[in-house]
C-alpha cells in the first residue's frame, strides 16, 4: 500500500512521461535550490557579523547580482558552444571549492569582509553561467507540449526550498556556528552535481572546427531576439516591468515597516506570503493552462501586476497588503513560468544559451535601473511614490503591448527537436548543425 501511494506521489510530481533524464534534473535543480535557500539567509548573517558598515553591507547585495550584468551575454555564448551538462557540473564544482575555502576561513579565524565579498562576487559568478546552461536542458529533455508541466515543477522546488524552507533552516544552521550553512551547501552542491551528470542529452554543441569571436556570437543572439517578434516581446516587457517593479520592491522594507507598521517580523511575513501565493499558483497551474491560452495568461498577469501596485499604493492595512502579496506570489509564479515556456519552445537549440543570456541581461538591467528609480522617488516623494510610478508605468505598458499578447503563444518555432526519449540513443557531444 505505501509503495503504491509513493508511487502515485512520484507520478504526480514528476509524470513517468516526463522520461527518467527529466527526473534527475528535476532532483538536481530542487537540491540546488535547497543549498541556495541556506545562503539567502546565512549570506547577509555572515556579512553583519563581519562588519556593521552600511556601504560595504550594500557592496555585498550588490555582488549578488553584479556577474548577472558583468558574464549574462558570455555565459549564454559558452552555453551553446560546449556539452552543457559538463557546463553546469564544472562551474557546480568551482561553488564547491568556494564554499569549502569560505568555511575553512572561518573555521580557522581568518574570515574577513573582504574574504567575504570575494566569496560572494565568485559564487554570483559561477551561478551566472550554472543557471543559462541548466535553463537550457529541460526543452533537450522533454516534449515541447510538456514544457509547461516541466517549469511548473522546476519552480515548484525554488519556492518551496529555495524561498520558504531554505532561509529559515540557513539561519538555524547559522546559530549553531557560522561555518555550517556553508558546509552544507556545499554538500548539496555535491549532491546536485551527482544527479545532473546521470542525465542525458542528445547531441548538441558546436563544430569544434566552427571558429568564430565571442563578439560575434553575441550580436548572433541579440539578432535573433529582435528579429523574433514574440521573443522580443518577452525580453522587451521582462525589461521594464522589472524596472517598474524593482522601484517600487526597492524600498518594499520602508513599506512594510513605516507604511503598513509591520515591524521586521511583518517584513518577513511578507515573503513568506508571497511564497505561499507562489504554490498555490503551482497547484493551479495545469487546470488554469488547460482552459487558458499562454498569450492571455501574459495579458492578464500584467494585468495583475499593474494593479498590485495601486493596491499597495493606496492601503495602509496590512491584512490588505498580505492578501495582494500572496495573489502577486501565484501571478510571478504563473507569469515566469509561462514565459520560460513560450522562451524555450520558440528558441532553436544552438541559440537558447544566447537568448537566455540576454533575457538575464533585460532581468537585471532594469532591476538595477528600477532600484536606483525607485530610492530617489522614495527620498522625494515618499515611501508610496515608487508604487505610484511602477502602477502608472506598468499600466502604459499594458496599453502599448496589448495586442502583441495575441499571437506571442503561436508565433513559435515549428522544428520540433528530437528529445532524448525520442531519439531512444545514448546522447554525446557532437557537431550537430542547429
Known amino acids: 500500500m505505501s509503495t503504491g501511494w509513493w508511487t502515485r506521489v512520484g507520478e504526480v510530481v514528476a509524470p513517468s512521461r516526463l522520461g527518467r533524464d527529466f527526473r534527475w534534473l528535476l532532483s538536481s535543480v530542487w537540491v ?24 560595504l553591507i550594500a557592496m555585498a547585495a550588490t555582488l549578488q547580482w553584479l556577474p548577472k550584468l558583468l558574464f549574462a551575454l558570455p555565459a549564454g555564448v559558452v552555453t551553446d558552444r560546449v556539452d552543457r551538462r559538463v557546463l553546469v557540473v564544472s562551474v557546480d564544482l568551482v561553488r564547491v571549492g568556494v564554499l569549502g575555502l569560505l568555511a575553512a576561513s572561518i573555521l580557522t579565524g581568518t574570515v574577513s569582509i573582504a574574504v567575504v565579498l570575494v566569496a560572494l562576487f565568485l559564487l554570483g559568478t559561477a551561478e551566472t553561467f550554472a543557471d543559462n546552461a541548466s535553463q537550457t536542458l529541460l526543452p533537450m529533455l522533454v516534449h515541447r507540449d510538456d514544457l509547461a508541466v516541466g517549469n511548473a515543477r522546476i519552480q515548484t522546488g525554488l519556492i518551496t526550498f529555495n524561498q520558504l524552507a531554505g532561509p ?17 551547501q556545499g554538500l ?18 558546436r563544430d569544434p572546427e566552427t571558429s568564430t569571436h565571442v563578439l560575434h556570437d553575441v550580436v548572433e543572439g541579440f539578432r535573433w531576439v529582435w528579429h523574433h517578434a514574440a521573443v522580443r516581446t518577452l525580453v522587451l516587457t521582462l525589461t521594464v516591468f522589472n524596472l517598474t517593479f524593482g522601484a517600487a ?31 498555490a499558483g503551482t ?36 491584512v490588505v497588503a498580505l492578501a495582494i502579496f500572496f495573489v502577486f506570489g ?41 532600484g536606483v528609480l525607485g530610492g530617489a522617488l522614495a527620498q522625494a516623494y515618499g515611501v508610496t511614490a515608487p508604487f505610484w510610478f ?7 505598458l499594458v496599453v502599448l503591448l496589448w495586442r502583441q499578447f495575441s499571437h506571442i503563444a503561436h508565433d513559435e518555432q515549428l522544428t520540433e527537436e528530437p528529445t532524448v526519449q525520442q531519439r531512444g540513443e545514448e546522447p554525446g557531444v557532437g557537431s550537430a548543425t542547429q
Open 32 to 55: 540546488g535550490n535547497l543549498g541556495d535557500g541556506l545562503a539567502i539567509a546565512a549570506g547577509p548573517l555572515l556579512v553583519a557579523q563581519q562588519t556593521d558598515s552600511p556601504f
Open 249 to 279: 520592491w526597492s524600498v518594499l522594507v520602508l513599506y512594510a515597516t513605516e507604511r503598513l507598521g509591520m515591524g521586521e517580523v511583518g517584513f518577513g511575513l511578507i515573503t513568506t506570503v508571497g511564497a505561499v501565493g507562489g504554490l
Open 168 to 184: 529559515p533552516v540557513g539561519a538555524l544552521l547559522f546559530a549553531a556556528g557560522t561555518a555550517v550553512p556553508f558546509l552544507a
Open 330 to 370: 501565484a501571478h510571478a509564479f504563473i507569469w515566469g513560468t509561462t514565459s520560460i515556456t513560450i522562451q524555450q519552445r520558440a528558441v532553436p537549440t544552438a541559440l537558447q544559451g544566447r537568448v537566455g543570456g540576454v533575457y538575464l541581461l533585460g532581468c537585471c538591467a532594469g532591476l538595477v535601473v528600477g
Open 188 to 205: 548539496l552542491v555535491l549532491a546536485a552535481i551527482a544527479t545532473i551528470a546521470r542525465v542525458r542529452l542528445p547531441e548538441h554543441g
Open 390 to 396: 511602477a502602477f502608472v508605468g506598468s499600466a502604459v
Open 283 to 318: 497547484a493551479a497551474y495545469g487546470w488554469i493552462t488547460r482552459g487558458v491560452s499562454l498569450g492571455d495568461l501574459m495579458r492578464i498577469g500584467l494585468v495583475v501586476e499593474t494593479l498590485t501596485h495601486l493596491g499597495l499604493a493606496l492601503t495602509t492595512s496590512p
